[in-house]
């Protein structure tokens, strides 16, 4: 625990409605900045995985079948098609991996906007930083 100065003794900070919109809308963000990492971490792990796989594959014999999980049953391919089945996964992670990163971004942005309007109202009555 650490003590208050002074300066931060003096009296409540009086909250208006507006800065408790700002308070929710900061909020919100932050919300959304948590749920969209997840997300990230989650299609970058799957990202990771396809590379090793298709790595793999490129080992194994042209003739033999792959057996290449859909859904929730595993079905016998060719090895150029499971090939192309891991490439196009790979693309749409990608592009997936692309969007998150572009939302996360404007988040932030938008939380870096909150943040200073905030601080400058509330100063350190005010906490706004993750743990």
Do not use: H
Request: charged letters at 40%; proline letters at 0%; zero cysteines.
């Amino acid at each position: 625990m650490r003590m208050l100065e002074k300066d931060e003794e003096e009296g409540d900070i009086q909250v208006s409605w507006q800065d408790q919109q700002n308070i929710n809308t900061f909020s919100k963000y932050n919300a959304r900045l948590q749920d969209l990492e997840e997300t990230y971490e989650a299609k970058k792990t799957e990202k990771e995985y396809l590379d090793d796989l298709a790595s793999e594959l490129e080992l194994a014999d042209e003739d033999e079948l792959v057996k290449y999980r859909i859904g929730e049953a595993f079905v016998s391919l060719s090895l150029d098609a499971a090939m192309e089945r891991i490439n196009k996964s790979q693309e749409e992670l990608d592009g997936d991996i692309e969007t998150l990163k572009a939302q996360m971004d404007e988040a932030v942005e938008k939380m870096d906007g909150l943040k200073k309007v905030l601080y400058a109202r509330f100063g350190n009555a005010i906490n706004l930083e993750k743990d």
